[in-house]
């Protein structure tokens, strides 16, 4: 196809013109990242060709459980997500700061971060791009006037410098529950392109001017009639196939008034305070810096790393007095309430996308929406104060600007 691409145009790619796609990018100066298998999960890794995607592979996710399974032969997006996505590229685990020496009685840099990556990401699922949206609040690069938490002059350059290819689902996993928060199954915004998966190929959403120049390059055709009925019917029937459900109203409000129910006691009694959930959490952004000297042989060198931290840690809120929450209970209820609740204080969204990691990948089970259902039940017991909502009004608490 020659002709101009418009954005919001749907077009038809067909699987054999996903590798050229690939090769487009990577003719680009992108390094393509995407899904791939990886010591039994999906795993986020470079992508060279179309081979690389996991062609035939489905998943099956329960709490505390993942595996991958055989699907259907012919397609390549019929998992959901993995442990680990884009968060990963924007956000380091590990993120060298700097790096200097000492010479007689200067300090002399040797080095700053690394270079920002030219990312192409293919496969990123809506509930994703909802958490990349999240981050950017976080880190004030979607709009100046929101709180930052710290300057991250990476991430925002690594955002801008990267292009996102969507994938909508198709088939949820048991762990899902993207459609509570509005976050998916479909891709509604912050893609250059999405996808829906069909039999043959692709129906493909245009949502940039960088995803139409790229599309004018591929060998596309519009799509039929059918081929868009079908990809509406595919998402439909993801959206009635969620694995859970999260009833959103009041959770500001419910999460206020539960501090002392003795459910939070029966979730310490099970948690780990291992901080899984924390570390596949699409959004989640504590981190803590560490620095390192070497004096060995003379070198003096001395350098400066960010990593990753959960609020799962006992040494997390640390003071001369000691830890601020030392208990298990303590540190998973500030956790729940933070994501659902009080994040929307701080940022004006949710902390929580609905992708069902923490449900997946926690070692004992536990479930985010049955600790909230139960949560609820106790609140609209006898004798306790329910969150008083009109029918049909949705109560997200304060927001901050």
Not at 114 to 130: H, I, S, T, Y
Not at 261 to 289: K, Q
Request: aromatic share 8%; proline share 6%.
């Amino acid at each position: 196809m020659t002709a101009t691409v418009k954005i919001g145009q749907q077009l038809y790619l067909s699987c054999s013109a996903l590798d050229d796609m690939i090769q487009a990018l990577r003719g680009l100066g992108f390094t393509v990242v995407g899904p791939r298998v990886v010591d039994g999960v999906i795993s986020w890794q470079t992508l060279e060709t179309a081979a690389d995607l996991p062609r035939g592979v489905s998943d099956q996710q329960s709490a505390g459980s993942y595996r991958l399974v055989d699907g259907e032969p012919e397609l390549m997006f019929q998992f959901v997500v993995g442990p680990d996505g884009p968060k990963r590229y924007f956000f380091p685990a590990s993120l060298r700061l700097f790096e200097f020496h000492v010479s007689q009685q200067n300090f002399v840099l040797d080095a700053g971060p690394p270079q920002v990556p030219k990312l192409a990401m293919l496969g990123v699922r809506a509930c994703e791009l909802a958490a990349i949206a999240v981050q950017d609040r976080v880190f004030g690069i979607d709009d100046p006037t929101t709180f930052r938490c710290e300057s991250e002059p990476y991430y925002s350059q690594t955002r801008q410098e990267s292009l996102l290819i969507a994938v909508n689902c198709t088939r949820p996993s048991g762990t899902c529950f993207c459609a509570a928060w509005g976050t998916g199954p479909a891709a509604t915004h912050g893609f250059d392109l999405a996808l829906t998966e069909l039999r043959d190929g692709f129906l493909v959403q245009v949502g940039s001017k960088r995803g139409c120049l790229l599309l004018e390059k591929l060998p596309v055709r519009e799509p039929t009639q059918a081929e868009i009925e079908l990809a509406e019917i595919k998402l439909e029937r993801a959206r009635e196939r969620m694995g859970r459900a999260l009833d959103v109203r009041g959770l500001k409000e419910l999460l206020d008034q539960s501090i002392e129910y003795p459910e939070w006691d029966e979730i310490a009694h099970r948690c780990l305070s291992c901080g899984n959930c924390t570390m596949v959490c699409p959004t989640c952004f504590c981190c803590s810096v560490s620095d390192t000297t070497d004096l060995g042989a003379g070198s003096q060198q001395v350098s400066r790393t960010r990593q990753w931290e959960s609020c799962f840690t006992h040494q997390f809120t640390y003071t001369v007095s000691g830890p601020e929450r030392n208990t298990i209970r303590g540190r998973y209820r500030h956790w729940l309430r933070h994501k659902l609740g009080t994040w929307w204080e701080q940022f004006g969204s949710s902390g929580c996308v609905g992708c069902g990691r923490c449900i997946t990948w926690c070692p004992v089970g536990i479930d985010l929406t049955e600790e909230v259902r139960r949560l609820r039940e106790r609140s609209q017991a006898p004798g306790s104060r329910g969150p008083t909502l009109r029918p049909g009004e949705v109560d997200h608490g304060p927001v901050s600007r």
